[in-house]
């Protein structure tokens, strides 16, 4: 069976091909490798699968490029697509829009043509955001909220992925799984996360910028939790039938924390008292995010099992085994 894996040298992406190679699974990874951080973290995930060189195979390509993507596996019998490649960022996309219009939405057609055409495929996992539910204030936020008024463009943009999809399932009975992520965080994150950019500031002894003075809530979800959620979507048969061949769940750790209690974990797990810069809130970001996992606990049977203290704890053992400040 043969696994292809966009946005592979990205944070999901690189821990869910270890997994599926680590399990003895062919997999095909695409990145294009772009400088959004940098690109050096993103050889190191790559260096991490090496050992799987036999059963691995990188390509550097951008999924905006239709040709180039289907060039790539012309020879491959592709069994199951889990398609993580974005361009990722709240934040960045209010400056920078063009990315994510050719790889969060003409990638994403792109993947969806490619799933299209592929004969061999039993299904394909793509990730959304819990950034669709823009300014929603009812909490816990379930697959069945209004998500209509996205407050960011990168919002927007997973948005559009989503109505792509239920059009494409509806019209050519592709099986489409999407996954709303909520907050991740874990070894081999991503720089221009909070977790991250805390941990570099603390440790260099400057101050980490509190938005909204620190009155604000996320949902945040270890990786690893995040990784089987993943494998089951793609992989098992779920529990209940599903009476649609496309289906949205929330993917979180269904237990929202206060940003300023994520702060004194990473305090606490690296021995150092952050010096704090209280600032209002930041154009695009919204006070808090909460996941019902309702509808992939009763399908899957996904349930989380790390909690903030100890998914921070591996977190910073990871970051000071690495030198991970480097990046």
Same mark, same amino acid.
């Given at each position: 069976?043969?696994?292809?894996?966009?946005?592979?040298?990205?944070?999901?992406?690189?821990?869910?091909?270890?997994?599926?190679?680590?399990?003895?699974?062919?997999?095909?990874?695409?990145?294009?490798?772009?400088?959004?951080?940098?690109?050096?973290?993103?050889?190191?995930?790559?260096?991490?699968?090496?050992?799987?060189?036999?059963?691995?195979?990188?390509?550097?390509?951008?999924?905006?490029?239709?040709?180039?993507?289907?060039?790539?596996?012309?020879?491959?019998?592709?069994?199951?697509?889990?398609?993580?490649?974005?361009?990722?960022?709240?934040?960045?996309?209010?400056?920078?829009?063009?990315?994510?219009?050719?790889?969060?939405?003409?990638?994403?057609?792109?993947?969806?043509?490619?799933?299209?055409?592929?004969?061999?495929?039993?299904?394909?996992?793509?990730?959304?955001?819990?950034?669709?539910?823009?300014?929603?204030?009812?909490?816990?936020?379930?697959?069945?909220?209004?998500? *209509?008024?996205? #407050?960011?463009?990168?919002? &927007? +943009?997973?948005? $559009?992925?989503?109505?792509? !999809?239920?059009?494409?399932? =509806?019209?050519?009975?592709?099986?489409?799984?999407?996954?709303?992520?909520?907050?991740?965080?874990?070894?081999?994150?991503?720089?221009?996360?909070?977790?991250?950019?805390?941990?570099?500031?603390?440790?260099?002894?400057?101050?980490?910028?509190?938005?909204?003075?620190?009155?604000?809530?996320?949902?945040?979800?270890?990786? *690893?939790?995040? #990784?089987?959620?993943?494998? &089951? +979507?793609?992989? $098992?048969?779920?529990?209940? !039938?599903?009476?649609?061949? =496309?289906?949205?769940?929330?993917?979180?750790?269904?237990?929202?924390?206060?940003?300023?209690?994520?702060?004194?974990?990473?305090?606490?797990?690296?021995?150092?008292?952050?010096?704090?810069?209280?600032?209002?809130?930041?154009?695009?970001?919204?006070?808090?995010?909460?996941?019902?996992?309702?509808?992939?606990?009763?399908?899957?049977?996904?349930?989380?099992?790390?909690?903030?203290?100890?998914?921070?704890?591996?977190?910073?053992?990871?970051?000071?085994?690495?030198?991970?400040?480097?990046?």
């Amino acid at each position: 069976m043969t696994y292809l894996v966009t946005g592979v040298a990205g944070f999901i992406g690189f821990h869910v091909a270890q997994k599926l190679l680590q399990r003895g699974e062919r997999v095909v990874g695409f990145d294009n490798l772009n400088d959004y951080y940098a690109v050096a973290l993103k050889r190191a995930r790559l260096d991490a699968l090496k050992p799987h060189h036999n059963s691995f195979r990188f390509v550097e390509c951008d999924i905006a490029d239709a040709a180039a993507i289907r060039a790539a596996v012309s020879n491959e019998r592709i069994t199951k697509i889990v398609h993580l490649a974005a361009q990722a960022g709240v934040r960045y996309s209010i400056d920078h829009p063009e990315p994510y219009a050719a790889t969060n939405l003409t990638g994403h057609l792109n993947m969806l043509e490619l799933a299209r055409h592929t004969d061999t495929l039993d299904r394909m996992v793509y990730a959304s955001s819990s950034s669709v539910y823009g300014g929603n204030t009812k909490l816990p936020f379930s697959e069945d909220d209004p998500v *209509e008024k996205p #407050v960011s463009l990168y919002a &927007a +943009t997973k948005r $559009a992925d989503e109505l792509m !999809s239920i059009s494409y399932s =509806h019209l050519y009975d592709l099986p489409l799984v999407g996954l709303r992520f909520f907050t991740v965080y874990g070894p081999w994150g991503r720089p221009d996360m909070a977790l991250w950019k805390f941990a570099k500031a603390i440790m260099e002894n400057r101050p980490i910028p509190v938005f909204n003075h620190g009155k604000m809530q996320r949902d945040f979800t270890y990786i *690893e939790d995040i #990784v089987a959620g993943v494998l &089951a +979507t793609v992989d $098992a048969v779920p529990k209940k !039938s599903l009476d649609e061949g =496309h289906r949205l769940y929330n993917i979180g750790n269904n237990q929202p924390e206060e940003l300023m209690h994520l702060i004194e974990c990473l305090e606490r797990e690296l021995g150092l008292e952050a010096v704090k810069e209280m600032l209002p809130m930041q154009p695009g970001d919204v006070h808090a995010t909460y996941a019902d996992i309702t509808r992939i606990a009763d399908d899957y049977g996904f349930k989380p099992t790390t909690s903030l203290e100890a998914g921070i704890a591996k977190f910073v053992r990871w970051f000071k085994d690495t030198n991970a400040v480097r990046y």
